[in-house]
T-cell receptor, first 110, second 115 residues
Framework: DQQVKQNSPSLSVQEGRISILNCDYTNSMFDYFLWYKKYPAEGPTFLISISSIKDKNEDGRFTVFLNKSAKHLSLHIVPSQPGDSAVYFCAASPPDKLIFGTGTRLQVFP | KAGVTQTPRYLIKTRGQQVTLSCSPISGHRSVSWYQQTPGQGLQFLFEYFSETQRNKGNFPGRFSGRQFSNSRSEMNVSTLELGDSALYLC??????????????FGSGTQLSVL
């Protein structure tokens, strides 16, 4: 039973445009979420996080939005750059575990 | 500060064998957690060790086990390997551990192939 879902396995975006990566979760008790980025042959690296007391968090070109009623979060990357091409994982952080989604492969083309 | 180090980088085994993977966390980090990455399944939590004690465990069979040493280095062991165990195994370290909202630092992983 997948508690954190990323329904789009891949996304292709032109350089300079906005990339929107989506993530849904099933447990309304989840109150903290993180996004990690993974390049091939490397481990995931932390990108941005959000607490359920907020509905938005920004860090440079990256913004995460949280819609608690819909149990949905999204990661916006503006403007997208070729170096953003990677696999993005969202994760929920309940007590004592970390639950990842299946990932979305983002490709940014010139 | 050195990052998280995993060895070996690649491993090929046959069904029925056992394997041991190693993870050296960032200096000062007491938590080491392990994950399995397979296509279509994302990253699945195996277990977490904190100060030499297993603190949390995911939904994996008992063939998957681990331990942590006093220097926080951790090993993961898989016994009686099956074809489905072929995956990238990642470890991550942090000061306070998973579920504390603290970000994790991952190693580059060990790619295990079971033939």
């Amino acid at each position: 039973d997948q508690q954190v879902k990323q329904n789009s396995p891949s996304l292709s975006v032109q350089e300079g445009r906005i990339s929107i990566l989506n993530c849904d979760y099933t447990n309304s008790m989840f109150d903290y979420f993180l996004w990690y980025k993974k390049y091939p042959a490397e481990g995931p690296t932390f990108l941005i996080s959000i607490s359920s007391i907020k509905d938005k968090n920004e860090d440079g070109r990256f913004t995460v939005f949280l819609n608690k009623s819909a149990k949905h979060l999204s990661l916006h990357i503006v403007p997208s750059q070729p170096g953003d091409s990677a696999v993005y994982f969202c994760a929920a952080s309940p007590p004592d575990k970390l639950i990842f989604g299946t990932g979305t492969r983002l490709q940014v083309f010139p | 500060k050195a990052g998280v180090t995993q060895t070996p980088r690649y491993l090929i085994k046959t069904r029925g064998q056992q394997v041991t993977l190693s993870c050296s966390p960032i200096s000062g980090h007491r938590s080491v957690s392990w994950y399995q990455q397979t296509p279509g399944q994302g990253l699945q939590f195996l277990f977490e060790y904190f100060s030499e004690t297993q603190r949390n465990k995911g939904n994996f069979p008992g063939r998957f086990s681990g331990r942590q040493f006093s220097n926080s280095r951790s090993e993961m062991n898989v016994s009686t390997l099956e074809l489905g165990d072929s995956a990238l195994y990642l470890c991550a370290s942090s000061s306070q551990g998973v579920g504390t909202n603290e970000k994790l630092f991952f190693g580059s992983g060990t790619q295990l192939s079971v033939l």
